[in-house]
């Protein structure tokens, strides 16, 4: 039988792994978003027939909110209608001063 004190530390243990499962994610799908806010812009990389309508190749956006819980942020495109994107690779990349 296991001790209480042995249980918790293995919880300890699961908890941590999670969060660098977690933030491996993050790293992946949004680069270093821990480093943007609202305010902040992203510019566009790639059109495609589901953006072609909203968004310029190369045309910068400001953030209007994001989630980092939910990996997406929320512009106002060309239409001038807001939408949220699950995207930020393949199709966005932050602009902000003194990002690197």
Do not use: C, W
Not at 2 to 16: C, K, W
Not at 31 to 40: M, T, V
Not at 41 to 65: A, P, S
């Amino acid at each position: 039988m296991i001790s209480r004190e042995e249980y918790n530390n293995a919880l300890d243990i699961v908890e941590e792994y999670h969060k660098q499962l977690n933030l491996s994610i993050v790293k992946r799908s949004f680069s270093k978003i821990e480093h943007l806010k609202e305010g902040d812009f992203v510019e566009v990389l790639k059109v495609d027939t589901n953006t072609k309508r909203n968004l310029t190749l190369g045309k910068k956006y400001k953030i209007l909110g994001f989630s980092v819980r939910n990996y997406s942020f929320i512009i106002e495109g060309d239409n001038g209608k807001r939408r949220e994107y699950r995207s930020f690779n393949r199709t966005f990349k932050p602009i902000k001063p003194n990002y690197a």
